[in-house]
């Protein structure tokens, strides 16, 4: 056994961690080996007797992970752990677009579904849930609250839209009229063809909305990014 050897065994024989292919161990709890190894060896033009190096790695604990580290704290705790880096630590950077798609679809639902139907009426109701009961205006009905505006600005679609005081109002009572004699099929349908959607769509799109307010509201904040994700610190949590 040569130098090399020699140092692979003591090294082996103190960390316990040497394992041969084969699965063998020596009498210190270490186990070597090497390919074509011979306890006395033979004179085959080697000088020492042995065939090819083998290389072993040593590692602990080689085939299990390390279990993940779990930290239960309040924010007391936090705070004290870490001090004001809590800010600088970021979680999470949250993609606004379903949380506001999902708060839109509430608020456009929040006085009932009747006013998908083909009709010039919504038939809006705000007594019909929970989020319209809160719907509270200047005389204490949800008809002039500003959450209904919202409602009324959601659910619009050609066949209900109201023009009255705008520019098409004029527009509005010509086709409605030229309608009655067969000239046109109203102004309903009228406006579904220039917007290329249907009676009973929405004129105002959850896509756009959501898109408006990522651009305009959020990312108008100095700590959101262009693209209106919210980012969630250590502290925030």
Same mark, same amino acid.
């Given at each position: 056994? /040569?130098?090399?050897? $020699? ?14 292919? &084969?699965?063998?161990? @020596? +009498?210190?709890? &270490? ?11 033979? +004179? ?6 042995? !065939? ?6 040593? /590692?602990?604990?080689? %085939? ?9 704290? /309040?924010? #007391?705790?936090?705070?004290?752990? =870490?001090? %004001?880096?809590?800010? *600088?630590?970021? $979680?999470?950077?949250?993609?606004? #677009?379903?949380?506001?798609? /999902? ?28 989020? !319209?009961?809160? =719907?509270?205006?200047?005389? @204490? #009905? ?26 098409? *109002? !004029? ?5 409605? +009229? ?6 046109? +099929? ?24 959501? #898109?408006? =307010? ?11 990014? &262009?693209?209106?994700? $919210? ?7």
């Amino acid at each position: 056994m /040569n130098l090399r050897h $020699l140092s692979v065994l003591v090294a082996c024989t103190t960390l316990g961690a040497c394992q041969d292919p &084969a699965g063998g161990r @020596g +009498d210190s709890g &270490a186990t070597i080996g090497s390919a074509g190894s011979g306890s006395s060896g033979t +004179d085959d033009g080697q000088g020492d007797g042995f !065939g090819e190096e083998t290389v072993y790695s040593l /590692n602990i604990a080689a %085939d299990a992970a390390p279990p993940p580290l779990v930290l239960e704290m /309040n924010r #007391t705790e936090v705070a004290e752990l =870490f001090g %004001d880096s809590a800010q *600088e630590i970021t $979680l999470l950077q949250l993609d606004s #677009t379903a949380l506001l798609t /999902n708060t839109l679809d509430e608020v456009r639902f929040a006085c009932g579904a009747a006013w998908m139907f083909d009709d010039p009426d919504p038939h809006h109701d705000c007594s019909l849930t929970a989020l !319209g009961q809160s =719907f509270m205006g200047p005389d @204490g #009905t949800w008809q002039t609250s500003t959450e209904y505006s919202m409602v009324r600005l959601l659910t619009m679609t050609p066949a209900n839209v109201v023009v009255t005081g705008t520019s098409s *109002e !004029g527009l509005q009572e010509m086709a409605d +009229d030229m309608e009655q004699w067969g000239f046109t +099929d109203g102004y309903s349908q009228i406006l579904a063809d220039a917007l290329g959607i249907s009676r009973t769509t929405p004129i105002v799109s959850t896509e756009a909305m959501v #898109t408006t =307010f990522q651009r305009d509201l959020l990312a108008s904040h100095p700590n959101v990014p &262009a693209d209106g994700s $919210l980012g969630f610190t250590l502290a925030d949590a």
